[in-house]
């Protein structure tokens, strides 16, 4: 093993660490439950070998890192209105940010990979950065496939137009790239949503 090998998996142990010690569980595929961050940042990593295997540590690792803790900053500490909304998301993308560059800096990486790993993790400047929009579209992808169904099981009263709002949305954030990934048949879509899937897709375009 080189000792960048090393030093990577040390990474990974300390962002995998931090999550492990979610006390929100989540069934994973095999039916296991698993700490539901920890399981989070597995599908990233998953997700990424299948879309973009070329992408360096510094994506990886953020990828890896992307929801890092989130459970310390709850939804519900926030006003439940829009405004309130996205100040969550700030304190979120800060706190993710920063604490994967702290992880990434212990594990012996330099300051200028850790920053490209905290700009990452925090979408800045998202359609200018490749870094930023990589890891915005294995977020997308991993939310198609692993999150959509269970989401639109808790949101039973949405209606279609709300669903094709949410949808198109998601679609909005991805690059060409992650766009023909989706449509070639990169990922696993949830059977009973391809119909509005691919309306709110050709309403997207």
């Known amino acids: 093993m080189t000792s960048s090998s090393e030093r990577f998996a040390r990474a990974v142990a300390l962002i995998d660490a931090a999550n492990a010690a979610d006390p929100n569980q989540e069934h994973n595929d095999d039916g296991q439950l698993q700490a539901k961050e920890l399981l989070y940042g597995q599908r990233m990593s998953a997700m990424l070998e299948r879309y973009a295997a070329e992408a360096d540590e510094a994506v990886r690792l953020a990828v ?36 994967a560059a702290g992880l990434t800096l212990q594990a012996g990486y330099d300051a200028a990979l850790a920053a490209r790993v905290a700009a990452a993790v925090g979408k800045k400047a998202l359609r ?11 977020a997308g992808l991993v939310f198609i496939e692993h999150y959509m169904a269970p989401f639109a099981a808790q949101k039973a009263d949405y209606s279609e137009d709300k669903w094709l709002d949410i949808i198109a949305k998601t679609w909005q954030k991805l690059s060409p790239r992650a766009h023909e990934f989706v449509l070639g048949g990169g990922i696993r879509l949830p059977e009973h949503l391809v119909p509005l899937i691919l309306k709110a897709v050709g309403a997207a375009h």
């Open 64 to 99: 890896r890192a992307q929801h890092v803790q989130r459970w310390k900053i709850p939804r519900s500490d926030f006003p439940m209105d829009r405004a309130g909304y996205h100040r969550w998301r700030t304190s979120l993308y800060r706190f993710h940010a920063e604490l």
């Open 128 to 138: 200018s950065n490749p870094d930023s929009q990589l890891v915005e579209d294995v």
